[in-house]
């Protein structure tokens, strides 16, 4: 079993769907967990982080955390074209620690 | 703020050659940069983490002996990538972290290397 498992996708929604991206965990000791966004052939950028469990809200996303199910989630409201790109959850056991990425999934927004 | 560029973008090159990327934290200083890689349609594998002015930490698996990491200043990371086969060729992506208390890496826009 991979350390972090994500919906393999991908992922096509009209504009303005809400979508749901989630990711689940096998490490108990993860703490620290993030969402990136990736769009082709650039690095990831930092959408989204959270410490330990609860939601997190961010305009049109939010993050969740339940490390009871060791599950993680995103949420991205109004959805838009521009939202089109592959998201990556990660996750580390410490501030300083490496971090542990989802395989990612592809979301595609249909105009 | 926190700018990561990578050069080169990307590099063709004939197998057995030597490349070298070099990763730079634009507008911060990085006492630790992180390098990885990414097949198509999969997620970043880490290769090694760079501390400055010490040797890198490489993960699992990876040739420290294949892929030098040089981390002499504390804006700019290099990774050598010795003799390199077709099978090397990859997406290269460098991070450097940021200490805020919390674990955020700013990533490089990549790294697109062919071995022929």
């Known amino acids: 079993q991979k350390e972090v498992e994500q919906d393999p996708g991908p992922l096509s929604v009209p504009e303005g769907a809400i979508v749901s991206l989630n990711c689940t965990y096998s490490?108990?000791?993860?703490?620290?967990f993030m969402w990136y966004r990736q769009y082709s052939r650039k690095g990831p950028e930092l959408l989204m982080y959270?410490?330990?469990?609860g939601n997190k809200e961010d305009g049109r996303f939010t993050a969740q955390v339940d490390k009871s199910s060791k599950y993680i989630s995103l949420f991205i409201r109004d959805s838009q074209p521009s939202d089109s790109a592959t998201y990556l959850c990660?996750?580390?056991?410490?501030?300083?620690?490496?971090?542990?990425f989802g395989k990612g999934i592809t979301l595609s927004v249909r105009p | 703020g926190a700018v990561v560029s990578q050069h080169p973008s990307w590099v063709i090159c004939k197998s057995g050659t030597s490349v070298k990327i070099e990763c730079r934290s634009l507008d911060f200083q990085a006492t630790t940069m992180f390098w990885y890689r990414q097949f198509p349609k999969q997620s970043l594998m880490l290769m090694a983490t760079s501390n400055e002015g010490s040797k890198a930490t490489y993960e699992q698996g990876v040739e420290k002996d294949k892929f030098l990491i040089n981390h002499a200043s504390l804006t700019l990371s290099t990774l050598t990538v010795t003799s390199a086969h077709p099978e090397d060729s990859s997406f290269y992506i460098c991070s450097a972290r940021v200490n805020r208390g919390y674990n955020e890496q700013f990533f490089g826009p990549g790294t697109r290397l062919t071995v022929l």
């Open positions: 959270t410490y330990s469990s």
């Open positions: 990660a996750m580390s056991t410490g501030a300083n620690s490496k971090l542990t």
């Open positions: 490490n108990s000791a993860f703490q620290y």
